[in-house]
């Protein structure tokens, strides 16, 4: 059976377009504006809401913008793109317009709503007048999306959830371990091209992304992680004041994707600002390895491209540090969307623009890291590309006069012209981008983006020298040297240096094949950069200081992931080709994809802590090992599970010391607990000062918190560094000689005087 494609909703005739995205908006605002507090109904005005305004906007502009009869990912990728684009500079509209006219609290909950409903009715009437034609709907086909192979992909992230529903109430993993095994045999069924059809792999992708994403971010009804703490800080105070204060020094102050988009979304759904960072983002983040899909199959046929983004999706930076880092989860979203504009080839020019200018002022609102490594990028990819256009055209230019003339003749003429010299980043690309960028980070907040990538490039170019291959200062480096904690980690340390080494043969091979791979100019090139940064984090020092090793590898691999894939299978075909045993067919035809499945699949089994926890062997997974930390776990797996996981004793301590203490009381705390718990819960700012090893003399009305960690272990963290631990037993008499004016036995509060 065929049905109306709904993702491709810009397509639908004028009528059936109006009638339902009306509909949908009139129904959405019932639901707001009844304000019931039936669960059912807040259940129902959470999804609604989320899948209304992270869609619908963003299809209402590719309808004014003209884009039609693109696939079903690119139209969701770019509505989705636009949409959450649409909300942030709403957002910032909304700040900077209305107290010009006497609005005090231009962020409120009712306004917000107000102003983005009357912004998407009028982008909708908008559409009718811009975009008058009927274009023919698209259809899908509801037979393979009702198989047995796509309700074994639904089932993946519902018992995900309830996986992780029995971890948090039960402390039993067995139904997550299921999980995880099972999605480790997924490729390996796709590279033997079993069970799971070619249309599915699009599904499949989206099923893992949002299986390994929820399968840590919903650990707990607490936040969890390091930076998400002081992210939620700073959206809480806007939904406090009902304002941005733009002018609040601080990198993070100028994200938009923070500031203002976590706030509107939880105006939007009727969610704490915990459940919007645990659900919204994640969901949100899952379509990146989609969006990469869309690119990688532009580049490679569809089994590599899928195997691409498994090896994308493996490494737990992706589900377990990105699900606690919101402002990069929105960037790699936009960063992945500039990657789909420059790869299309069915977009017109000044709509690929308009697109690259939404896109790319939204990353840079969105994480400067990002945005600074894009920049340095796109800038050099230009530079690249265009001297090598002139090179080109001055010592071939009879050649290409020739070419030219027989292309013209032929049937298909002019495709081959447009690849080689119809660029997709120009000078104008540049510019905008450059501009835009360096303004924004110069302007808001004041100015400390910026001020931290000129300080950062300072301190690299005074230290290249006298630091070089210098561990302690370069955190790459440091990474690779490092003795692993058993054999079994070794092994896992081998596994991904191996596919570091497929990485760089995968580029060499497909510099090689230039002239017979779909790879463009500027993929390659972006390819190049990627590299040279994953280089630079290993051996530059100080280059990983304010984005760490491993956020910077996460990024490299939206362009690297595929290049692993490449190197891994022309390795092993060459390999089949001068090994006479294997030359009679043991290495051809899928047998080198079906081997490069096999090492992914190992590969994400160690990084999950899959295999740690089945052989207890020093498990580290917050979703997997909770009580094997606990119970067999040294000083170092415990200061790290504690500095990550946030029990429910100590939120409850820092909730009542948020509320209750005293204004501009001093509160002590090890740099743990006051950069995660007392930030976010108690709504402290990240503020010395911390506990000391020795000789605690709080001062006069101070408040000393102790959370679940330093009470149960007898450990606290800090004070130099989070990861530094050590025994609270010394400066505990002196915190015990202090009031005690709040205690759950887990966590406890004492006041001086």
Known sequence: MQIRNPITLNDWRTRNYFVAILGLQLGLLFIQFLGSAD????????????AFFSFIPGIIVLRILRIHRVSTL????????????ILMFTGLLMSVLYPLFGISRPLSPGLTLITINVITAILLLFSLVRDKKSPEPGYIDTEMFLSRPAFLLYLVPLLTIIGTYFVNQYHSNGILMLVIAFIAVIPILIGFDRVIPEELYPLAILSISISLLLHTSLISPYL??????YETFLANLVIDNSFWDSTSPGNVNAMLS????????????????TWVFKLVYPITFALVPLGLYHVFQRQVEAKSAFLACFFFVSFIIFYAEMASLARQEIAELFLVLLIMIMVARNIPRITNFTLFAVFGASLAVSHYGTSYIYLLSLIAV???????????TRGHTILKRSRKAAWEKSPGGGSLDRRDDGRTITLAHVLFFTGFTLGWYMLVAGGTSFDTIVSI?????????????????????NLLISTPQSPLHTVAKGLHLITLALIVAGFVAICSWRNITDFSREYIAFSFIALLFGFAGVVVPNFSSTLNTSRLYQIVLIFLSPLCVIGGISILAALGTYITKLRSGWLTGRTPLVLVSVLFSLLFLFSTGWIYECTNDQPSSIALSQDSIKKYGDGTPKNVFYGTFIPEHDVSGARWLGKYMKNGSVVYADRTRKDNVLTSYGNLA??????PRTDLEPVWGA????????IVERSASGPEEYYDYWSIEEIYPAICRNNKVYSNHQSEIYQNG
């Open 457 to 477: 490039i300072d301190h690299i170019g005074n230290t290249i020298l006298v630091d070089l291959l210098n561990p302690e200062a370069t955190e790459g480096l």
């Open 703 to 710: 408040y000393v918190y102790l959370a679940t960690y330093n």
């Open 382 to 392: 230009w530079s690249y590309v265009t001297l090598s256009s002139i090179a080109a």
């Open 224 to 229: 969890w992680g390091y930076d998400i703490h």
């Open 686 to 691: 990240r503020t010395p000062p911390f506990l």
């Open 74 to 85: 690119e139209t969701l990728l770019y509505a989705v793109g636009l949409s959450i684009a």
């Open 258 to 273: 923070v500031v203002l988009l976590a706030p509107m979304y939880s105006y939007i759904t009727g969610l704490d600002l």
């Open 39 to 50: 669960s059912h109904i807040l259940f129902l005005e959470a999804i609604l809401g989320f």
